[in-house]
């Protein structure tokens, strides 16, 4: 199989390539959960083994505590490297010795004056800007400091390889939408996330786990230190042992709770800004969001949070809170360019992400294609069709007969593609419906053989 040590060896190898090709300032999107702090180290090393100075910034504490400790594992030669916080790298800029490389971790933020100062202070330097998402908050991207971009593998790819577990996303919303207002720096604002919560929101949360996910270790998003708390009391009063963790926990309690976690005596832990680097928590299946969020890079972290591989594993997310409505499933594959987004974010093929169905029965969250849940097989109907207006009655029926008519052609298109096929090579239920349609079987064949092939759920 495919190594994940090859995956960021070729990393590095792109970026060399680049430096090669004269390029000062690169881009390098990495997905989450994909190592970039070793494909950094590794750049570090050689280029420390040759004498040459690299600077490290970065601009939360928990990343570069965890950066230092890769780079001093990997064989970095410190004396040759400085890493440290934005915040006071940026205060001492003059006093520093010409880096032959800078590698800024999170690059999403190099936009800020801070980065700025300590970028255009360099311009010899080489740029190696790190981050998942590319561009900030606001769209713009990072040509200001950068002329070229190398992009990650798709998330299909990494899926596909066994990089990262597939996902199962749910849905079931606990926020009012209308009520969000959005701070100057773009996020959601703190009280209308409170103002916009469903008052059973935590109740529903526990339930939907239990539903869903039961038996999963999870880490659940909160949107700050008090709901985190009020969510890991609802676990606990309904039996299943939580956690909660925020900046505030002592570094000692954040150990203990996480050795808890790791030995499987602790079920869920519930976090409020912590983000992945600063709580390590193994084995995570689950995740559940309670925080609503505009940035994707934040939204990406915490699904994938949930998707490192295991043999047979299949990760569930919850998202309590809409995310899904404004970034797509965090498993699309997307374009990244220098020049930020044109407002959203686009699919591989160019196209605008579409935006996702929601199955009112059971909260399975999906790109829909046909009339039925993929997950549970409930009938899909047109929501926008049920909207109260004089006319709504009248939209229903052209809207049914518009369904009956999109169900006949996608039935005939089916059994069309099986119609030169054997049972046997028949791999999905949708297929083996319409064979059975074709060949005249009554329904209960499908279902059978489905069973048998191990493509029904339940
Ligand atoms: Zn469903």
Known sequence: MYQLRSYQEEAVKSARDAVTAGHRGIVIQSPPRTGKTVIMADIARSATKQCNRVLF?????????????????????????????????????????????????????????????????????????????????????????????????????????GFLAPVDYYAP????????????????????IEQAMKPKIYGDTVAHYQKLAAGKQAIAYAYNVASAKRLADAFNAAGITARSVSGKTKKKDRERIVAAYRAGKIQVVTNAELFTEGLDLPNVDCVIMLRPTQSLSLYLQFAMRSMNPREGKTAVIIDHVNNVERFGLPTIDRVWTLGGRDKHSKSSNGEPIKSVTVCPMCFATFYRHGDECPFCGALLTEEETI????????????????????????????????????????????????????????????????????????
């Open 387 to 458: 909207a109260v207006d004089p006319n709504a009655k009248l939209k229903k029926v052209e809207a049914d007969k518009r369904v009956a008519l999109a169900k006949r052609l996608a039935e005939d298109r089916a059994m069309d593609a099986v119609a030169d096929k054997s049972p046997a090579e028949l791999k999905t239920y949708a297929e083996i419906k319409a064979y059975g349609k074709l060949h005249g079987y009554k329904p209960g064949w499908a279902y059978f053989q489905a069973k048998l092939k191990g493509l029904i759920r339940k």
């Open 173 to 192: 919303s606990g926020l009012d939408n209308s009520q969000l207002k959005t701070k100057r720096n773009g996020e959601f604002d703190e009280n209308s």
């Open 57 to 161: 910034i970065v601009h939360r504490a928990e990343i570069l505590a965890q950066a230092r400790e890769t780079f001093r594992t990997d064989g970095v030669n410190m004396r040759f490297c400085q890493m440290g916080m934005v915040q006071t790298i940026t205060r001492h800029v003059d006093e520093l010795k010409t880096p032959t490389i800078i590698i800024v971790d999170e690059a999403h933020h190099a936009l800020s004056r801070s980065y700025r100062k300590i970028l255009d202070n360099f311009p010899q330097s080489v740029k190696l800007l790190f981050t998942a998402t590319p561009w900030r908050m606001d769209g713009k991207g990072l040509d200001g400091v950068a002329d070229t971009l190398i992009q990650g593998k798709p998330i299909s790819w990494l899926m596909n390889n």
